[in-house]
């Protein structure tokens, strides 16, 4: 029995960690946020030198085929940078889609640009945890798609996965005509999202789509988000640490006033078996099956509650400095209220835990 | 991340399973721990080794093998047949494991045998009115004369000690040494003369704790575990093993399951409160926190399993904080979801599993305090887990 990260985990997270230290501070952060030309090409493919996209693809494809858990430890190291990367959209649910929904010819043709950070997929999949307005696109009989995808995951990619009405999958090039993406301002400097209108865009069909199919996608894409605020979480807890340590007032360290360590406390005190829960959630996309709804709900839903504490509480430690853009911390916790929302915010999925039980 | 138990242990559970099954008629139904109910089902349990299973024999245990996760299934198996396991008085619980540390061998020959069987019920002395989180400002005193201990003080919070034989208690045996290093851990008879014990009811109108006053009382001088003024040393062996037994993820766990069934039942206005968005939010928030604490539980006994390879300090410091107010808040939901029927408490109609969602929703109030209060918990994991400074000292006297 071993609950925890393996020796490899610790090794992958390691090196991460290491790459976005060096290569990905705050300021090439800051840097993506301001410029929307700068795709942070030089950040993916230093990621893809470590074999980051190519994690959930399999060997077969050029891959290295790791487990869910694997792609959640990355998550949680990128969550801990702020880093801007299409991970979620391309490393994670373009290559769950087309590994679940790609028939052979696909998967091959997809899957090995990918892993080497040659392709960039987007994902305009919202509507499956969630229309808004009228929002949803239809595919007709002759391959072209209609309608409009809100929230489209990194916009500035090659290829957009899209999820049509009925939870099928297809793939279009973002070039191509009768797509028409506006990119959407949002709180979040670190993640691009977009709204993207389809007028009968020709597209290739997923061919082993089906809309049980979409939802697993979403399962896996739900602890990966969990994970990343994980991630994120636990910085702003260091760095409030860290910088309690530091700072005098009333001749003293304010660590040593127990409100201020009482905060801490209650920080840690969520984020500990927060990781346990989104740890288990992953194990459970890949051995537990019968679990892995549930799981993936809980982590989704519980960590997006954790991470507003967090992103709250760790500011407050910050005095006036929290609240400026001096210190940046507001870039996790931004990213921490975009993880609250996408793919599905707490209540709702609640709601779905609750429905996956028959108790709903 | 491998969490298969391994087919010697599936084999151990279907053991279990088996024992329970065959012998869960003969379990006590509610009888105190006086009872002769207890006492043969405590018998029991330690034969077949689901009870003080590593306590060597020659001290009335089972004798086996230490076993984290034979431990665990046999927690595991009791709580999801719902079962009451082995005793767990402060006695067998505190007590005994501080004997087996740090006892002589005549200590442990006298008082582990009839404690682990249930004959010697025991409580615990720490707490007085003027010491409470600052357990270590104790003044109850204890000076040699001739070769006994002459006791004066008195003691408050004391769980069980109208049902206790016997005491272990903390003392002030040097009043001149600083404050941690003044105090001895003693042990004695609850029906010494001199010791007065006084009813104190608590918000469950229960008297389960009881004021304890010392007059006088005279206890042979070796009965103290540890050497004079080691007692704070002594004494905090045990506070580790205390906060180990408090935040048990299976009770939690049967407790949530019973929680859903009361919302299948529950119902206002026709409305069954399972049916009720509202609560089923409440509901399944409480139950991640819940799945959180179980998988935390789990990565620590995983720890504690491979030496400690892995860094699980904080893990498991958050645990007596986390567990405890878990439970406060997932009682707490059990007395809404019923609405004015969760008012119901005493014997009377209308009331639902016993009136325990009141009671559990008070007691773990209990358990947030006792032990070490919420806030101890914080400024504990703050500064051993998180590294941030102690509090400057500074004397600031009560007004009067
Ligand atoms: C159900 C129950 C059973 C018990 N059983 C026993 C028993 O069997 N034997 C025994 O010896 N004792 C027992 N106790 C006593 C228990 O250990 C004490 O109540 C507990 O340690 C708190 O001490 P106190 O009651 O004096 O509160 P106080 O220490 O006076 O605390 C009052 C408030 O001040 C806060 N506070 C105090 N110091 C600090 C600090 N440094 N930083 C921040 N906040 C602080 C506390 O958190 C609390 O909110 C029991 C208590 C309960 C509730």
Known sequence: MEFGLSEEQGLLRESVDRFLDDNADLDRVRKFADDPDDRGDDIWSGLAELGVPAILVPEAYGGIGLSALDAAVVAESLGAHATPAPFLSTAVLAVAALRLAGDEAQRGAYLPRIADGSLRIGAAMSELSGARQDAGVEARADGTLHGTALFVLDPDADIFLVADRTRRFHLVRADADGVEGTLLPQVDRTRRIAEVAFTGASAEALHASDPELALQVIDLGRVIVAADTLGAGQEMLDQAVAYAKQREQFNRVIASFQAVKHLCAEMAAEIEPSRALVWYAAHALDEVPDEARLMACHAKAHLAEVGQFVGKTATIVHGGMGFTDLLGLHYWFKRMGFNRQILGGPERVREEAARVQGLA | ?400
């Not at chain 2, 005994?96 to 540390?101: D, K, M, R, S």
């Not at chain 2, 104790?138 to 000076?143: D, E, F, G, W």
């Not at chain 2, 201990?149 to 004391?158: A, C, M, Q």
């Not at chain 2, 609850?190 to 007059?215: Q, S, Y």
Request: charged share 25%; hydrophobic share 40%; glycine share 12%.
């Open chain 2, 1 to 400: 991340m491998d969490l298969s138990y391994g087919p010697q242990y599936d084999a151990f559970r279907e053991e279990v399973r088996d024992f329970i099954g065959k012998h869960r008629d003969q379990a006590p139904k509610g009888q105190g721990i006086r009872s002769e109910a207890v006492r043969n089902w405590q018998k029991l349990l330690i034969q077949h080794g689901y009870a003080a299973r590593t306590i060597p024999a020659e001290y009335g245990g089972h004798g086996g093998e230490p076993d984290i996760l034979k431990a665990r299934i046999i927690g595991e198996e009791f709580a999801a047949a719902q079962v009451p396991g082995g005793l767990g008085s402060q006695g067998i619980s505190m007590l005994v494991p501080t004997l087996l540390e740090l006892g002589t061998e005549e200590q442990k020959r006298q008082f582990i045998p009839p404690t682990l069987a249930g004959e010697m019920v025991w409580c615990q002395g720490y707490s007085e009115p003027n010491a409470g989180s600052d357990l270590a400002s104790l003044r109850t005193s204890a000076v040699l004369d001739g070769d006994e201990w002459v006791i004066n003080g008195s003691k408050i919070w004391t769980s069980t000690a109208h049902l206790a034989d016997w005491i272990f208690c903390l003392v002030r045996t040097e009043p001149d040494a600083p404050k941690h290093q003044g105090i001895s851990f003693l042990l004695f008879r609850m029906d010494t003369p001199g010791i007065e014990i006084r009813p104190l009811v608590d918000m469950t109108m229960a008297g389960n704790f009881k004021e304890v006053f010392f007059t006088d009382v005279r206890v042979p001088k070796e009965q103290i575990v540890g050497s004079r003024g080691e007692g704070w040393y002594v004494a905090n062996a045990i506070l580790g093993h205390e906060r180990d037994t408090l935040g048990d993820p299976n009770a939690a766990l049967t407790r949530l399951n019973r929680l859903v069934e009361l919302m299948k039942t529950e119902t206002v206005d026709g409305q069954r409160a399972i049916d009720n968005p509202a609560f089923r939010d409440r509901l399944i928030k409480i139950q991640a926190r819940v799945t959180a604490m179980r998988f935390n539980d789990l990565r620590v006994l995983s720890s504690r399993l491979n030496d400690g390879s892995t860094d699980t300090g904080l893990a498991r410091m958050i645990t007596k904080l986390q567990a405890t107010e878990l439970r406060h808040d997932l009682e707490g939901l059990g007395i809404d979801v019923m609405g004015e029927f969760g008012l119901m408490y005493g014997k009377g109609p209308h009331l639902r599993d016993q009136g325990s969602w009141q009671n559990h929703y008070m007691y773990f109030l209990g358990l947030i305090i006792g032990g070490g209060t919420s806030q101890i918990q914080k400024n504990i994991i703050s500064e051993r887990g998180l590294g941030m400074p102690r509090e400057p000292k500074a004397v600031i006297p009560a007004e009067h």
